[in-house]
């Protein structure tokens, strides 16, 4: 573990790098990632002595022209239309003429979607002219002043700082509307190829437009298709996600958005190409794929914590496999002490079981 410095976070990360003679670095959310950008680019500046680090980064998550692609949503749907893969119909918008001009095009219902956000709560659905105007003020406007003192204060996140004092807008675009069950994906890769994967159909939300909560395994050869493409054309390395619309009617695969970093199912090993961690390893060492026992055969998976928090008396807490990490106890009762509520299940000095362990995994 190294410290993190919010005020200076590229700092803190070059540091790490440095102190741990890192071979590979693996951004874990949004934050890590936008840092090692950032880190690239300072690097880049600094000519020879920001070598060393620019190429651990392009090696860690791919070349850096694949850096805009994966952090501006018209630019990803752009790529996958060169692919042919099936995406919805997607456009910047500069102001509320140009915001009338894809309604038209698009018509309603119309999502507006903000760059730079995530977990769902830079995405708005508009079905009217009115809707869509409040929803394009909204997510363009710079953060207001509660929101970033909480970022910076609780979440020691300053990027809002910046956007906030010099009033920056955000990108926002308009994305044709599909009516489907959102779909996910994680891939390990090397030099543009897929190396393991894991794709799953979302069954249960945490929030509405928020993270999975449960999770179906998959074995969808359009959402392979998919990453495979995008993978080999950006050339990536690493851990990448991807997100996915089902169209309902039809079952057609419309790929939406690009993480680049680990998402929440990559510690799951579920069998044969299936273990992430163990693929990346095997690739970054040059040693045979050693890969670790099924952690099991369900296909459903309920994800800890959050789909106890969405519901403590949820069926899929027994029915399906919940992930809790049983080996690391601190890490539970951490979890415990996130959840609204808990207080009254905790008495001084000593806590309450919240769990057991052979039901929840039988």
Known sequence: MYSYDSFTPEASFAAAIDASEADLVIPGDDLATCCLYALYQRSRHRGQSGEAHCQLIERSLGPSASFAVAS??????????????????????????????????????????????????????????????????SLQSPPSVARAAKRALIDHDLRLVLPLLLRKKKVVNAQEFIDGQDATSLVACWSGKIVASLHFEVVKKQYKNGPASVMRKVDNIEMASATA??????????LHGFDFLLERETGHVYLIEMNPRATQVGHLTLGPGRDLPAALYAHLTGTSLQEAP????????????????????????????HDIPWEEPELIRAAAHMAKGLTALYTKGTSVPLFSHSTAND
Do not use: C
């Open 72 to 137: 501006a949503r018209s630019a990803l749907i752009q790529l996958a239309a060169q692919e042919g893969i099936r995406a919805p119909q997607t456009g910047v918008v500069a102001d509320i003429g140009d915001l009338r001009r894809h309604a038209e095009r698009l018509l309603f219902p119309l999502v507006l979607k903000a760059d730079g956000t995530s977990s769902g709560e830079g995405v708005k659905v508009a079905r009217t002219q009115d809707e869509a105007e409040r929803a394009f003020r």
């Open 294 to 321: 099924t952690l099991t055969e369900k296909d459903m998976i309920a994800l800890f914590p959050q789909e106890w928090m969405r519901n403590p008396s949820s069926p899929f807490l027994k029915s399906a496999y």
């Open 229 to 238: 493409k995008i993978v080999a054309r950006l050339n990536l390395s690493g």
